[in-house]
T-cell receptor
Framework: ETGVTQTPRHLVMGMTNKKSLKCEQH?????MYWYKQSAKKPLELMFV???????ENNSVPSRFSPECPNSSHLFLHLHTLQPEDSALYLC???????????FGQGTRLTVV | AQKVTQAQTEISVVEKEDVTLDCVYE???????LFWYKQPPSGELVFLIR??????QNEISGRYSWNFQKSTSSFNFTITASQVVDSAVYFC????????FGTGTRLQVFP
């Protein structure tokens, strides 16, 4: 058990579809994150939630919409995505925002 | 502003060689944390180590060792007697108010 579970592992969606990525952590952490990892680009921090409140939105386009209903769950709602949004989306959690983050295995997203 | 630089994009070594992965960071904060993560082909980032800015003591864990030097803003990672299973992308990260990553170094260890 990894402690941070992401579903689905793989997702192919059309540009007009709406889908959601789910992240769940069983570590009792208070902070959760979404990162985007594209080929040949650094890990990009997208959103940070601390105690269910969004504390960071790193200039992410509105076609990505996060939701944190409780400190154990984090969603990333996707709609009208572009092919350049194809990437590995990683969820992470940490006890505090400055602490070590534990990552899920990621969702490999392909937009066609 | 925070920044992490990993100048080595890819390193190839033969098994049993020692290899050092470089990491240079920038921050104006006096309190911060530094991390190393490993990303094997499966994709999941695996946490390796955390150091806080007040603790410059070097650390050794098995074949892994870390050299933290505030004077040069560096946090280098050495793998001794490398093995094929060490092949992965290694990320250095910095956290002051948020966790940011370097671009990673791909290490390939050949038998």
């Amino acid at each position: 058990e990894t402690g941070v579970t992401q579903t689905p592992r793989h997702l192919v969606m059309g540009m007009t579809n709406k889908k959601s990525l789910k992240c769940e952590q069983h570590l009792g952490h208070n902070a959760m994150y979404w990162y985007k990892q594209s080929a040949k680009k650094p890990l990009e921090l997208m959103f940070v939630y601390n105690f269910k409140e969004q504390t960071e939105n790193n200039s992410v386009p509105s076609r990505f919409s996060p939701e944190c209903p409780n400190s154990s769950h984090l969603f990333l709602h996707l709609h009208t995505l572009q092919p350049e949004d194809s990437a590995l989306y990683l969820c992470a959690s940490s006890q505090a925002v400055e602490g070590e983050a534990f990552f899920g295995q990621g969702t490999r997203l392909t937009v066609v | 502003a925070q920044k992490v630089t990993q100048a080595q994009t890819e390193i190839s070594v033969v098994e049993k060689e020692d290899v050092t992965l470089d990491c240079v960071y920038e921050t104006r904060d006096t309190t911060y944390y530094l991390f190393w993560y490993k990303q094997p082909p499966s994709g999941e980032l695996v946490f390796l180590i955390r150091r806080n800015s007040f603790d410059e003591q070097n650390e050794i864990s098995g074949r892994y060792s870390w050299n933290f030097q505030k004077s040069t803003s560096s946090f280098n990672f050495t793998i001794t007697a490398s093995q094929v299973v060490d092949s992965a992308v290694y990320f250095c990260a910095l956290s002051a108010d948020k966790l940011i990553f370097g671009t990673g170094t791909r290490l390939q260890v050949f038998p």
